[in-house]
């Protein structure tokens, strides 16, 4: 079995595990008192680098990095994002931190409220605004979602590196394909479900909650919205819903497996007024037909009435195999399922309010 690292950011510091001869140690926290709302691992170097996007309420956001797994830590002596003067703006935090592909090895992409996407060419010490989308006439346009305006996902294309797929909350789904150049916002067949009837398939301002790209064939990617679960099979430019099946289409998370194609996983939640897991009870879905049906994954999962929302990057997968799936909820509960979802252990207890999990091989 693949020795793994594990990496949960809670409200209140950074929880690190590792699974070494199939056992798992947790210790933290790590950022004592920061939210921690990011994480990236990247693996591309011949060591691995965490990142961790921190948020003190005393000194506020920054970047951190690790090339130890952890055991030591460094902060640039500058802000590692940093909004130009002349936007008018200040950074608020970091929702997404994510090492681009082989295609581009030294390339990290931050994600940020307000609205902003951040390009780093040196893995994740120094980090430039992406003009182009902050520059784009529609970002004006977009609204704030429950969580605030943020650039919560990026996606980049593993056969080319100058396309990247961002959704922003609640802007929608925008892609490059000349490397951040020019943008265009790719929602064709989302719905915004709370717009009037009649405009509820507008150009923009879906309120996307995550994407994730298909391992096998690259121009499928999965969308979890504000209400409906999708597919697109020509890189985001329409969209299909394949929600039939959950037990709710509304959720927060969804991640695609590392090596199986037409497979990933949603944790359905009840209703955007009654954000609990869907049927109060606690069980990830998986799709192995590209979304035409869903299994519900729940051995070893709590079995009783459950009341743990699974946050937008709450949930992903390693790159094992058999893969392993995490998530960690807002009741402080991380479980790990290392054969694929198919059964379930639960690592953790009472942590922080569980914002972000990454897990990488190591």
Not at 5 to 19: E, Q, S
Not at 33 to 39: C, F, M
């Amino acid at each position: 079995m693949s020795d793994v690292l594990l990496a949960a950011g809670t409200r209140k510091g950074l929880f690190l595990g590792r699974r070494t001869n199939g056992a798992w140690e947790l210790d933290g926290p790590h950022f004592n008192a920061q939210a921690v709302y990011s994480v990236g691992i990247d693996t591309r170097g011949g060591t691995p680098r965490v990142l961790v996007g921190g948020d003190s309420s005393h000194w506020g956001p920054s970047v951190f990095r690790s090339d130890d797994l952890g055991k030591t830590w460094q902060e640039p002596d500058e802000p590692a994002v940093k909004y130009p003067k002349d936007t008018g703006t200040s950074l608020e935090r970091v929702w997404q931190l994510h090492p681009a592909g082989p295609a581009a090895p030294d390339v990290v992409y931050a994600g940020t409220e307000p609205g902003g996407l951040f390009r780093s060419e040196d893995r994740g010490v120094t980090f430039e605004l992406v003009r182009e989308l902050w520059d784009h006439p529609t970002r004006e346009k977009w609204e704030p979602g429950g969580g605030g305006l943020a650039v919560h996902t990026v996606v980049t294309d593993p056969r080319d590196a100058a396309a990247v797929t961002v959704a922003v909350s609640a802007g929608g789904v925008y892609r490059t394909t000349d490397g951040g150049k020019s943008w265009a916002p790719s929602n064709s067949g989302v719905q915004a479900v709370f717009l009037p009837e009649g405009s509820q398939f507008p150009e923009f301002g879906q309120c996307v909650h995550k994407v994730s790209r298909d391992a096998v064939n690259p121009d499928r990617l999965y969308l979890q919205n504000h209400w409906g679960v999708y597919r697109s099979d020509d890189t985001g430019a329409t969209w299909q819903d394949i929600g039939d099946g959950l037990p709710s289409t509304f959720g927060f998370a969804v991640a695609a497996h590392p090596h199986q194609g037409d497979t990933a996983y949603v944790f359905p939640i009840e209703a955007d007024s009654d954000r609990v897991p869907a049927g109060r009870r606690c069980r990830v879905y998986r799709t192995s037909d590209a979304g035409a049906t869903w299994e519900p994954l729940s051995r070893g999962l709590p079995a009783e009435d459950h009341y743990g929302t699974v946050l937008r990057d709450a949930m992903c997968v390693d790159d094992a195999d058999p893969a392993g799936v995490y998530f960690g909820n807002r009741n402080g509960e991380l479980f790990a399922g290392s054969d694929d979802g198919e059964s379930w252990q639960q690592l953790a207890s009472h942590l922080p309010d569980v914002l972000c999990v990454r897990a990488a091989v190591i």
